[in-house]
């Protein structure tokens, strides 16, 4: 060991800490040979001796430590912590509540309101899956399969003036191949006596030409065109004629058609 | 009231926490004596130390939770708190405190000898108190916790929140600088000879 090493382990000697064995040999091995080193190690030792004095020093002057003083706020201090603590957790507690009184009403308005849409809802899906899967090619025009818009359809469906059809709208009938054995316009007294299919959408009809309006003109039609609807037919009455309410749009397209049966 | 003589330090923080007076008096009785002693080991005012003091335990009542054991000890934090409370304090009050460290009243470790060999440990004691405060609060810090209040390095670490071979040579340093300080009073009085630092590569 040279008096660099011996430096860096000085302290440790003169302060008597753990070591290991073999530094601490080299180490007074050195310090018996060097007189630098040596005196530099009796140096620290006393330094550590009045160091360790000042230390029993303190220790017996301040024994008890901080006076009582202290202590007394201290736990003047502790004691109003907890209350104003207390307070704060009742606080929090209460607060607690609200929250959750507001949670439960949040639940409830939210649990009527899809109470109320899923009883809605489900009339309104359930008329358009029956339309949709009655929905067949129409015997007037090209089937399209994009045909919907029943809510419009049945919103259209409403007692209107008996409008005086003119002989051209009946042409445009006639155009768009409705087989029509007579013609009479809807009353609504005709229709309490009367049962009638939902409208089945007619081909190219699409929900915004829907929107426009258009006239209901009752028409008779083998039964026959019952089954190009999806509507089942009594094949033992197959050439019997049946009545039927043709939506005509605006423009005298045949939008939608149902078909009609008397109570009687 | 309960008493609280055993327990560790987390069942008394967790009753601490919980409202338990006596679980707080008895954690303050068993660390406070240090807390104090390094406080005034540190600014050698006793006012000043019972105001850090107070502070360090002020923390404890109001941050109970401010104290993770996965980090560190108690003590280690205890102390740490005090030492940021110090230097905050020291460097607010550098400008107007006192050239002079109060001289406490107190027993003195002479008691009971002869009368100039009282006087004469006494004073080597005030001239060692004296040179440990005039040593840059660095070097003071570690003299104190590590000689003074005898932890190890690895505490000493921890509460400076320092590396251990940063206690290690700042230890070095401040020891040197004492034995600078006091040669002439303490060190050289007591065996007349002259301490050299030099180094000599035998």
Redo the contacts between chains.
Sequence with gaps: M???NF?TVV?ELA?NQMMEASEREQASL?SD??D??A??L???R???S??????????????????AR??Q???A???S??SA??VARQGSHSSYWIYAAVAALFLVVVGIGATRLFVSVPTESRAENKVIKNVAPSPITNPSPEVTAVPELVAVDRPRKQPQRSPKKASAANRDGLTAGARETVSPSNRENEVTTDFYPVGYSSALSVQDGGQVVRVELPRSAMARFGVPVNMDRYDERVKADVLVGTDGLARAIRFVQSRD | MKTHHNHSDGELLKAIHSGDEAAFAALYRSRQAGIFRFALQMCGSQVLAEDVTQEVFLVLIRETHAFDPARGSLSGFLYGIARNQLLRRLQRERFYAPLEPEIEDGPSLAEGAGPLEALSRSETIESVRRAVLSLPERYREVVVLCDLEEMSYVETAEVLGCAIGTVRSRLHRGRAMLIEKLRPAVLENAEGEEVKTARCFA
Excluded at chain 1, 54 to 61: E, I, K, P, Q, V
Aim: overall charge positive.
């Design positions: 040279n008096c660099q430096e302290n302060r050195h040979e060097c630098n080193c005196a530099r009796r140096a620290e006393r330094l550590t009045s160091l360790k004095e000042l230390s029993a020093d303190m220790r017996t002057a301040n024994a008890e430590g901080a006076p202290v202590e706020l201290l736990l201090e502790f004691r912590h907890r603590v207390k």
